[in-house]
Structures are given as structure tokens and as C-alpha cells.
Nanobody
């Protein structure tokens, strides 16, 4: 059974940092795009960042460029999201997703597997 388990969320003050982790199990994800999405209360889920298995294709939403960094450790089947200079508008539930493919942005349109989400709250 395929599972994606997020961790690392929490409450942080504006300007602070958090590192999210997503541990995948149940299969190898070496041929999958891994991505981080977020969904603020009452709003639609949006793609924040994604990276292909070989690291050659990366996507960042304009709102997080220069502040967030996605990385992955294929040996550990884990993807990370380092979030710096956090703002109150970054407050959301963050989800990990996986889609078979090589183009990072392709995960915008379809996700094969979802995690359960982890809450990030940024106070002003």
C-alpha cells in the first residue's frame, strides 16, 4: 500500500523557518515527480513546489520563489520543503503529492498519490 506521510508542520512567527518532510512508502518513487501543495482555509489547493526524480526539472510558484526550497533524497524516498522568511499568507495545510513523470509542473494537473497533510500556521 502506497503511503505519503508528511511531518514538520507547526506554528511559527513571521520571518521564521520550517522544514517539511514527506516520507513515501509502498513502492519506489524514483520515476515520480514529487510535489508540495498547500490549501489555505476556504481556498483551493495550489502547487507550491515540485521536483522530478533526477532533479533536472523543478517548479516553484511565484509566491514562494527565493523563500522555499524543495529537495529529495531518492535513497530514502523522502522529499523536503525548506520554508524560510515565512509570511502569514503562507498559513495553510501542506500536502505532499506524487505523480509518475519527468516534468515537475505536470503534477499541477494530476496527482497519483496524496499525503494526509500537515498544518503550517504563521503568526504576524
Amino acid at each position: 500500500q502506497v503511503q505519503l506521510a508528511e511531518s514538520g508542520g507547526g506554528l511559527v512567527q513571521a520571518g521564521g523557518s520550517l522544514r517539511l518532510s514527506c516520507a513515501a512508502s509502498g513502492r519506489t518513487f524514483s520515476d515520480y515527480v514529487m510535489g508540495w501543495f498547500r490549501q489555505p482555509p476556504g481556498m483551493e489547493r495550489e502547487l507550491v513546489a515540485a521536483k522530478s526524480w533526477n532533479g533536472l526539472s523543478t517548479y516553484y510558484a511565484d509566491s514562494v520563489k527565493g523563500r522555499f526550497t524543495i529537495s529529495r533524497d531518492n535513497a530514502k524516498n523522502t522529499v523536503y520543503l525548506q520554508m524560510n522568511s515565512l509570511k502569514p499568507e503562507d498559513t495553510a495545510t501542506y500536502y505532499c503529492g506524487a505523480r509518475r513523470g519527468v516534468i515537475a509542473a505536470s503534477i499541477k494537473s494530476f496527482v497519483d498519490y496524496w499525503g494526509q497533510g500537515t498544518q503550517v500556521t504563521v503568526s504576524s
